[in-house]
Structure formats: C-alpha cells, structure tokens
C-alpha cells in the first residue's frame, strides 16, 4: 500500500498478466515500441525487460536479429531510444516542441542502413533474400526510420492519438472514419471505461444509505 498525504491508504494498481503483455496494435513498429511501456500514466510497467522478452518482440513486430545481438546493451539501448520517441510523439499530439536530446538521440540511431534485400541464385532461378538478420543498431535504426515515415507522412501524423484511459495514454494511429477513436483497444481499455461508468451510474441511481 501507498499513503497519499492524508495518509489513508491507496491499493496499488493491479498488474495482470495482461497488462504485462506486448502490444502490436500501436499502428506502426515504432509505435509498437513505444507500448513497451505501459501505463505511463500511473505506475509504468514495463514489458521489455527481458532478453527472452526481446525476443518476442522482434517476433512479433517480423524483424529477426543475430544471436549476438541480443544482448543487455541492447535492451538499455532500446529503452533510451524507446522514451525519445515517446517524448517526439508525444510532443506531436500535444502540439510542443519536443526535446533537443531526443531528436538527436533518434537522428543518431537512424544513421546505420539496415540491410537490402539481395538477389540470390536457387535452384530453379532466382529469388530474394530479404529476410536478413539484423544487428542491434540496424534493429534501431529500422524502428527510427519507421517514426521518420509516420511523422512525415501528413495523414499519419494526423492520426496519432493517445489514449483516453488515464492508466494506459498509450499512443496509437487512429484510422477508423472521422478519427473518433477514443481507445488504444475496445476489448481492454474501452470496456474497462465503460464498465467504470456503468458501475458510476448504479451507484448514483442507488437509494441514501443502502
């Protein structure tokens, strides 16, 4: 428990395990890293905080790292890189300059070209090997050009949204007609809204002193 200045006590927010699962669902792969954290508008959590975790975000965003890449350096790398294009986003939706450190941070990290895709001669002919392993300032590197696509692309950046939940604020690309998307997700913060107000609704409607 923590005490607020009145010293009665506050709960703790419960960590499910859904909450300590990646999302996918940001709308672009930077975004996607970004979610890494969650609820940054209360008590973060973090959902890259592992090297197996690493793994299966890689997994699931298709990027495929050498083995050797996968290291704790790279995890503290990602974290930085993480939070300065949080900062940048952020800044976007909020209509703010973002800070100078982070543009320069992502600037730095977008330098080194991942890997082109090669022809390579089979069997029957040829085909494309586009599947390449990548290091772990390639991986940076493919993440930060991707926020560079979002933002410089007018209908994206337009599209950046964070979401209404005070607990989450996860930033997402909204592109459903009208841009009235409220929620990062329907199934997890949209239903825990509405179920908050319905419940806000009986208790008002309740008789005094039942």
């Known amino acids: 428990m923590r005490m607020d200045s009145s010293t009665e006590p506050v709960p703790r927010p419960?960590?499910?395990?859904r909450l300590r699962a990646l999302r996918f669902d940001a709308g672009s792969l930077a975004l996607n890293l970004v979610a890494t954290l969650g609820r940054r508008?209360?008590?973060?959590i973090e959902r890259l905080g592992t090297l197996d975790r690493l793994r299966e975000w890689c997994d699931g965003v298709g990027l495929r790292l050498h083995d050797e890449a996968v290291?704790?350096?790279?995890l503290t790398e990602l974290w930085t890189l993480r939070e300065a294009a949080y900062d940048v986003v952020a800044a976007v939706v909020d209509g703010r300059p973002p800070?100078?450190?982070s543009v320069a941070l992502l600037n730095d990290r977008a330098r080194p070209a991942p890997p082109q895709p090669l022809l390579i001669a089979t069997g029957t002919g040829v085909g494309v090997d586009a599947d390449r392993p990548l290091s772990g300032r390639e991986l940076q590197s493919v993440v930060v050009r991707d926020l560079i696509a979002v933002l410089g692309d007018p209908e994206?950046?337009?599209?950046?949204?964070?979401?209404?939940a005070s607990l989450c604020t996860m930033v997402y690309l909204d592109h459903t007609p009208g841009g009235r998307r409220r929620w990062c997700s329907m199934?997890?913060?949209?239903?825990?809204?509405?179920?908050?107000?319905?419940?806000?609704?009986?208790?008002a409607a309740a008789p005094a002193g039942s």
Do not use: F, M, W
Not at 71 to 74: E, I, K, P, Y
């Open 14 to 17: 419960r960590v499910t395990a």
């Open 41 to 44: 508008g209360s008590t973060p």
């Open 99 to 101: 800070s100078d450190v």
């Open 156 to 164: 994206r950046r337009g599209a950046l949204r964070v979401c209404d």
């Open 71 to 74: 290291t704790d350096q790279l």
């Open 187 to 203: 199934r997890l913060c949209g239903n825990s809204a509405k179920a908050a107000k319905h419940r806000e609704r009986r208790a």
